[in-house]
């Protein structure tokens, strides 16, 4: 199916424990980003990728690492995850066409950190 | 720094009214806004994309305006159903930038 696929969607770790969430697009859109959406905060930008290779910090990049070697791929790691990572995780990609300037969101991974 | 704030933060109606939800966001030069809407324990669906260049964008009983002079956007929602129930975001971007979510208003339509 076209679109924008996470994995997993739902996940639960440990304190000090690494993991990665995986997000996959079927298009070709140069921009990628990945959001935390927690009660009382809303939408906040971890991270985001202009094209394969070129990753730059949004609003809240701590404890957060990814990187983008395909286009369609763009994969957010916690190094040593922590219960205020504790979260639901979206990645979107941009459509970036004449005027259609827009997101695309993928379901979400609920992450919890016990 | 670009604040969108978007009232009422909840709201309740009963089946078949016509709402209005609203946006409004503190820097006028941006290039698009965009209304999303989120079910529980779901992602976020686009629902209208607004050019800059455009005053309003319409999807079925959807309607959504915009006022780039004076820092809004509107949703208008006709003859509500109860499947409409769920958290509206607006969201603006500037070429270039990153997209600013509001907070969102959560709707319940109730039958």
């Known amino acids: 199916d076209a679109g924008i696929t996470q994995s997993p969607r739902y996940k639960i770790t440990e304190t000090g424990r690494q993991v990665t969430l995986m997000c996959h697009q079927t298009?070709?859109?140069?921009?990628m980003f990945w959001y935390r959406q927690d009660l009382g905060h809303g939408l906040r930008l971890i991270y985001y990728?202009?094209?394969?290779?070129?990753?730059d910090k949004g609003e809240v990049p701590d404890g957060y690492v990814v990187s983008r070697s395909k286009t369609e791929n763009f994969p957010l790691t916690l190094e040593s995850a922590t219960r205020s990572q504790t979260s639901v995780y979206f990645c979107?990609?941009?459509?970036?066409?004449?005027?259609?300037?827009?997101?695309?969101f993928g379901s979400g991974t609920r992450l919890t950190v016990v | 720094k670009q604040e969108v704030t978007q009232i009422p933060a909840a709201l309740s109606v009963p089946e078949g009214e016509n709402l209005v939800l609203n946006c409004s966001f503190t820097?006028?030069?941006?290039?698009?806004l965009q209304w999303f809407r989120q079910d529980p324990g779901k992602g976020l669906t686009s629902l209208l994309l607004?050019?800059?260049?455009?005053r309003e964008q319409t999807s079925g009983r959807l309607n959504a305006s915009l006022d780039k002079s004076s820092g809004r956007s509107t949703l208008y929602i006709a003859a509500s159903q109860p499947g409409d129930s769920a958290t509206y975001l607006c969201?603006?971007?500037?070429?270039?930038?990153?997209?600013?979510f509001g907070p969102g208003t959560r709707l319940s339509v109730l039958p």
């Open positions: 979107a990609s941009l459509i970036t066409g004449t005027g259609d300037y827009g997101y695309t």
């Open positions: 969201a603006v971007i500037h070429y270039g930038q990153n997209f600013v």
């Open positions: 820097d006028s030069a941006i290039y698009n």
């Open positions: 607004i050019q800059s260049s455009q």
């Open positions: 298009w070709s859109h140069s921009y």
């Open positions: 990728s202009a094209a394969a290779d070129i990753t």
